[in-house]
């Protein structure tokens, strides 16, 4: 599988054991990700081939972060010890995200139960929120999907 950064920067494809992934709700994975929770696949970290080193960030004195330092997409997660033979990558850095299927939360003890059952929301497409199709409108563009 392929994925890397929204500009394009950094890419890498990698060799995943299935479409097994998993949702972290630990506070330094919320942090990192902006998000309720880090969507994450596990994968060997010798299976990871990088186009170009992703950046990294020291997110802890046992971990460590890969991000592009020029758009800002965070990339994964390895711990430092470098006899780990896995590695984290997140599945929104991925071409083809809805491949994987979550099997399991970790970081449980900051999960918000009220963000993991949202089928009973309205949902509306991108192109139907009127202020961001005028964005991009008004930039002479399609709303991207």
């Known amino acids: 599988m392929t994925g890397g950064c929204q500009?394009?920067?950094?890419?890498?494809?990698v060799e995943v054991e299935g479409e097994q992934a998993g949702l972290c709700h630990?506070?330094?994975?919320?942090?990192a990700t902006g998000g309720f929770a880090a969507a994450i696949a596990m994968v060997q970290r010798s299976a990871v081939q990088w186009s170009r080193e992703p950046d990294w960030y020291a997110s802890s004195p046992v971990g460590r972060r890969?991000?592009?330092?020029?758009?800002?997409?965070?990339?994964?997660?390895?711990?430092?010890?470098?006899?780990?033979?896995?590695m984290d990558l997140y599945i929104g850095s991925f071409d083809e995200p809805g491949f994987f299927r979550p099997v399991a939360h970790g970081?449980?003890?900051?999960?918000?139960?009220?963000?993991?059952?949202?089928?009973?929301?309205?949902r509306k497409?991108?192109?139907?929120?009127?202020?961001?199709?005028k964005q991009w409108k008004?930039?002479?563009?399609?709303?991207?999907e």
């Open 66 to 86: 890969a991000f592009c330092s020029s758009c800002g997409s965070p990339l994964g997660f390895a711990y430092v010890d470098p006899d780990e033979p896995e």
């Open 125 to 133: 497409r991108t192109a139907e929120s009127a202020g961001v199709a």
């Open 7 to 13: 500009c394009g920067r950094i890419r890498y494809s």
């Open 26 to 31: 630990c506070r330094k994975c919320k942090k």
């Open 107 to 122: 970081g449980a003890e900051s999960l918000h139960e009220a963000w993991l059952d949202t089928k009973d929301l309205p």
């Open 138 to 144: 008004a930039a002479g563009l399609e709303v991207p």
